[in-house]
């Protein structure tokens, strides 16, 4: 069973480009979370999506970031016209289901796309 | 707002020594508790999940323990060896579906 897939592993932009960002859940995960690492910094959460549905936002910059995760394929974190400022890891997560009520599921990680923006 | 802490930010000890490294949170009301270890480059991987009914997990050389009430958790690593090296993060799960990381603590265990 492979686990979480992050493509590309490293992406290099130039100011005012876009980046695009994909992660492939375990299979039959249908609970996907983005997260960034900035340099020297912890992992802060960006956005929970749940199949064709974002639940929480509320990590997300207000502009130029979206994301998305279809009924097919894989979720899709977007950034539109990068600046330096950008420049971190971006990590995608899974879970099988909601674990607020039960308390008990993790999270599991995939390997991150390190993002350079020139 | 929930804030995590991890203390020290950096440690390093010699082989064969036990070691211990502290996690602290704000907010008391948590669902669970997340001790993961990230390798430069590297992704992360979860070490010991601890639920907040719970006191502690134990998996091999590692032992994690939780005091919900005093927003404290510890991970000991027994025996320590030069490929425990890593950081290690400890992250809290509150009433939404978001864990809440520490900076981590960077492990170095020299042979």
């Known amino acids: 069973n492979a686990g979480v897939m992050q493509n590309p592993r490293h992406l290099v932009r130039r100011r005012g480009q876009e980046a695009r960002l994909r992660c492939s859940p375990v299979k039959g995960h249908s609970h996907v979370y983005w997260y960034r690492q900035l340099p020297e910094e912890g992992l802060k959460f960006m956005v929970y999506l749940q199949k064709e549905n974002i639940i929480d936002e509320s990590g997300m910059p207000k502009e130029r970031f979206s994301a998305e995760f279809p009924k097919e394929g894989p979720s899709i974190l977007r950034i539109q016209q990068v600046v330096r400022g950008d420049s971190a890891a971006y990590f995608c997560?899974?879970?099988?289901?909601?674990?607020?009520?039960?308390?008990?599921?993790?999270?599991?990680f995939g390997p991150g796309t390190r993002l350079l923006v020139l | 707002k929930q804030e995590v802490t991890q203390i020290p930010a950096a440690l390093s000890v010699p082989e064969g020594e036990n070691l211990v490294l502290n996690c602290s949170f704000t907010?008391?009301?948590?669902?669970?508790l997340q001790w993961f270890r990230q390798d430069p480059g590297k992704g992360l991987t979860s070490l010991l999940l601890?639920?907040?009914?719970?006191r502690e997990q134990t998996s091999g050389r590692l032992n994690a323990s939780l005091d919900k009430s005093s927003g404290r958790s510890t991970l000991y690593i027994a025996a320590s060896q030069p490929g425990d090296s890593a950081t290690y993060l400890c992250a809290v799960k509150g009433g939404s579906e978001k864990l809440v990381f520490g900076k981590g603590t960077k492990l170095t265990v020299n042979p």
């Open positions: 907010d008391s009301a948590i669902y669970n």
């Open positions: 601890i639920q907040s009914s719970q």
């Open positions: 997560a899974s879970s099988p289901k909601s674990s607020v009520r039960g308390g008990g599921e993790t999270q599991y």
